[in-house]
T-cell receptor
Framework: EADIYQTPRYLVIGTGKKITLECSQT?????MYWYQQDPGMELHLIHY???????EKGDLSSESTVSRIRTEHFPLTLESARPSHTSQYLC???????????FGPGTRLTVL | DAKTTQPPSMDCAEGRAANLPCNHS???????VYWYRQIHSQGPQYIIH???NNETNEMASLIITEDRKSSTLILPHATLRDTAVYYC??????????FGPGTSLSVIP
């Protein structure tokens, strides 16, 4: 069973607040990803990392930022949340060689 | 990354085989074919992958044409729980994963 965790599962927050979405995995995977998905729409890659101190922007422009200080932890931060950030955020991880990704349960973010 | 083309939707009768096609005519020699599925709003689930040989596991079979320009995911006995969006992705094993629109499979009782 995959061990990848995301917190919080649900978040309702006001405009302008700073938020951090947490993602942790206990599988020792080097590669980690953040995807954004609106209901009924495609998954969009917004950030990814190949390992500690490695972060890259994905194919969808995002106002969020990420950090990778530890292998197991890949948090995503929004400095100033806006209603346009309302979406589901999915975190995933995989081994260095191989793209069998394991996904977390997701965080549903609502910005009022 | 090579692009893939999948039909937007398909229906399959419960108990029958579901055959989901994917075209990837610009695939490179070092790119694998990966299949994932996403049930409702859950995170995608890995199904199977292959390079050039056909592959089978407990979930599905993957048939890749000899020229590698297309593939078919086969669910041998579809159940209602197989209703999902199925994604075909081609990428090197060391690179990132980009999801396209996929095929929405509806398994009908």
């Amino acid at each position: 069973e995959a061990d990848i965790y995301q917190t919080p599962r649900y978040l309702v927050i006001g405009t302008g607040k700073k938020i951090t979405l947490e993602c942790s995995q206990t599988m020792g995977h080097d590669k980690m990803y953040w995807y954004q998905q609106d209901p009924g729409m495609e998954l969009h890659l917004i950030h990814y990392s190949y390992g500690v101190n490695s972060t890259e922007k994905g194919d969808l422009s995002s106002e969020s930022t990420v950090s990778r200080i530890r292998t197991e932890h890949f948090p995503l931060t929004l400095e100033s949340a806006r209603p346009s950030h309302t979406s589901q955020y999915l975190c995933a991880s995989s081994r260095t060689r191989g793209n069998e990704q394991f996904f977390g349960p997701g965080t549903r973010l609502t910005v009022l | 990354d090579a692009k893939t083309t999948q039909p937007p939707s398909m229906d399959c009768a419960e108990g029958r085989a579901a055959n989901l096609p994917c075209n990837h005519s610009t695939i490179s020699g070092n790119e694998y074919v990966y299949w994932y599925r996403q049930i409702h709003s859950q995170g995608p689930q890995y199904i199977i992958h292959g390079l050039k040989n056909n592959e089978t596991n407990e979930m599905a079979s993957l048939i890749i044409t000899e020229d590698r320009k297309s593939s078919t995911l086969i669910l041998p006995h579809a159940t209602l729980r197989d209703t999902a969006v199925y994604y075909c992705i081609v990428t090197p094993s060391y690179d990132k994963v980009i999801f396209g629109p996929g095929t929405s499979l509806s398994v009908i009782p």
